[in-house]
């Protein structure tokens, strides 16, 4: 009778964490973007993780009922995994996972000791959280222009922008390019100053055949839900190759503890808990595979769309490997060439509709509008358009029609 019990009771326990899992992953496609619910009627929407989840449920399943049963929730067996699973993808000696991506900049800058009076050249094209990261710790962020051709930060403008009071430079690979690392990297060497990589959008790329999160000292990465490489929920990590630096990140993100009531340094609290972690571990190993499908579809948008009215992107140059996290596309009439694909079911979105230096969170720069005039021509003209794993040929086809048929008069 007792060994009845005990059966019953573990696969009701089974039942009901095999539920959880499943439910997580169900609920998931839409529920995580409500940004995305407007669009669950729309041919094609802008973004949709289905397939990607669905291909790989059972081990996503297997990963959360690893957690549940393991009833160890915070810095166990599957951070430390993740962290050993990404180092290794990246080619890094160390991945110190965290909070998020902001925290992952933020820690880094704070290890560094960058703070008041100090400066941070940063892009003025790029999301908010690379200059939040700066802004926390009472540093400036000071905004270089990107070339309009790859969105990234000019490297021959850093120069102009050095003062004596600028520490480090913070290169982002914005919509999954990887930026010119090496002239960067020459600039900084001459004027002594830490690079520091912005990789929350480009899991995966590559700059003369290194992978992004080796190409500077540390590099701070996203795992958002929809990143190429997202998690169930917030979550983020580090790269170096650096031993000392290592140990400071492992430290900070706890608040400032190797050892538990030990703190050495005024640390915060930012890890990556371990659902996240099983589910990031899971994800990992068709990662590279992912990328390559996103790279397919950019291509056959690039070689078949045929408008006057759009500018594409680039491919990528032969010294990179693009991941195509975002496919920004720039026309002088994007109110007309929204609607339109709207109109048609056509999931679309803008990254990023206003500038950082005209954000009222950044009124205090006293920046003016028209001082940094390509960031916002690329706020005003810039349209994102779906590209993910998992769309179909018939999809790809009727976007690449649509975007080819458009015309604003």
């Known amino acids: 009778m007792g ?130 990261a700066v802004t926390y710790l009472g540093a400036k962020p000071i905004f270089v222009e990107p070339r309009i051709d790859t969105f990234n930060i000019n490297s021959s403008l850093i120069e102009a922008a050095i003062t004596a009071k600028t520490r480090a430079i913070i290169a982002v690979h914005l919509y999954g390019k990887a930026a010119e690392m090496e002239e960067i990297n020459f600039i900084a060497n001459k004027h002594n100053l830490i690079v520091i990589e912005d990789s929350a959008q480009a899991h995966g790329a590559r700059r003369l055949g290194k992978r992004v999160g080796t190409l500077a000292l540390a590099s701070g990465f996203s795992f958002y839900p929809g990143k190429n490489l997202g998690a169930f929920g917030d979550a983020g990590a580090i790269t170096t190759n650096d031993d000392a630096l290592a140990e400071k990140f492992y430290a900070i993100r706890n608040y400032g503890s190797r050892v538990k009531y030990i703190h050495d340094y005024v640390g915060v609290n930012s890890r990556l808990d371990e659902i996240q972690a099983a589910i990031l571990s899971a994800k990992l190993p068709h990662l590279d595979r992912w990328n390559t499908e996103r790279n397919r579809i950019a291509k056959r948008i690039i070689k078949e769309v045929n408008n006057p009215y759009i500018t594409l992107p680039k491919e990528a140059e032969p010294e990179s490997y693009d991941v195509w996290h975002i496919f920004a596309l720039m026309c002088d009439k994007r109110i007309e060439l929204e609607k339109y694909l709207n109109d048609n079911g056509i999931g679309t979105n803008k990254h990023y509709p206003k500038p950082i230096h005209l954000q009222r969170a950044y009124s205090n720069l006293e920046i003016k509008k028209g001082a940094l005039p390509i960031a916002e021509s690329i706020s005003e003209n810039e349209l994102s358009i779906p590209l993910y794993y998992g769309m179909t040929n018939s999809q790809i086809d009727f976007l690449i029609e649509k975007l080819s048929m458009f015309t604003p008069y």
Request: proline content about 2%; glycine content about 6%.
């Open 3 to 132: 060994e009845n019990k005990e059966r019953i009771e573990r696969e009701e326990d089974n039942i009901s964490i095999e539920n959880i899992a499943n439910k997580m992953i169900k609920s998931y496609h839409l529920n995580s973007f409500p940004e995305l619910c407007k669009e669950n009627r729309m041919k094609i929407p802008y973004l949709s993780l289905e397939i990607m989840h669905k291909e790989i449920a059972g081990d996503i399943n297997q990963a959360i009922k690893r957690v549940v049963k393991a009833n160890d929730y915070i810095l166990s067996k599957e951070c430390a995994k993740f962290e050993e699973d990404f180092s290794n993808f990246c080619g890094s000696k160390y991945a110190i996972g965290c909070g998020n991506g902001l925290d992952a900049l933020y820690i880094i800058l704070k290890s560094l000791g960058i703070g008041v009076g100090d400066e941070v050249i940063v892009p003025s094209n790029t999301y908010i959280a690379t200059a939040l």
